[in-house]
């Protein structure tokens, strides 16, 4: 009594040599997928002061890492909001700072990205301290 046409394919796609690969080509293109809707360069945030409002006109700075070091690739100015937003962010090594001379400065906190220009909107604020 020979299976039914359904059941052998069945049986060969539970097999695991047929199920592993399978699996990991799905995991891969998702990935890809992630990869190319995310890889912008674009890093938002917020600057707040010590109490936690909105600190507008702070001068924001991105720093990349270069072989041994983190230089300056730019620096922007936040808004009414606190807001800031990088764009072209090339690398997936980064640290950020905030300074605004009445206000203080924040810590310079390091930002590590899963890919070079991954999109990424920081979840903890830039609080300035003054004194820092």
Not at 39 to 49: A, L, S, Y
Not at 72 to 89: I, L, P, W, Y
Not at 97 to 124: H, N, W
């Given at each position: 009594?020979?299976a039914?046409?359904?059941?052998?394919?069945?049986?060969?796609?539970?097999?695991?040599?047929?199920?592993?690969?399978?699996?990991?080509?799905?995991?891969?293109?998702?990935?890809?997928?992630?990869?190319?809707?995310?890889?912008?360069?674009?890093v938002?945030?917020?600057?707040?002061?010590?109490?936690?409002?909105?600190?507008?006109?702070?001068?924001?700075?991105?720093?990349?890492?270069?072989?041994?070091?983190?230089?300056?690739?730019?620096?922007?100015?936040?808004?009414?909001?606190?807001?800031?937003?990088?764009?072209?962010?090339?690398?997936?090594?980064?640290?950020?700072?905030?300074?605004k001379?009445?206000?203080?400065r924040?810590?310079?906190i390091?930002?590590?990205?899963?890919?070079?220009?991954?999109?990424?909107?920081?979840?903890q604020?830039?609080?300035l301290?003054?004194?820092?």
């Amino acid at each position: 009594m020979s299976a039914s046409p359904r059941s052998a394919a069945l049986r060969l796609l539970r097999n695991r040599f047929v199920l592993v690969p399978l699996v990991l080509l799905v995991l891969i293109a998702g990935w890809n997928v992630f990869v190319l809707t995310h890889n912008h360069g674009i890093v938002t945030g917020r600057v707040v002061d010590a109490v936690g409002r909105p600190v507008a006109g702070a001068t924001v700075r991105l720093w990349v890492f270069n072989f041994t070091t983190f230089v300056e690739q730019a620096s922007v100015t936040t808004a009414a909001d606190g807001s800031f937003r990088f764009t072209d962010n090339p690398s997936h090594n980064i640290q950020i700072s905030a300074e605004k001379p009445d206000a203080g400065r924040s810590e310079r906190i390091a930002v590590r990205l899963y890919f070079a220009a991954q999109d990424r909107a920081l979840p903890q604020p830039l609080r300035l301290e003054k004194g820092s």
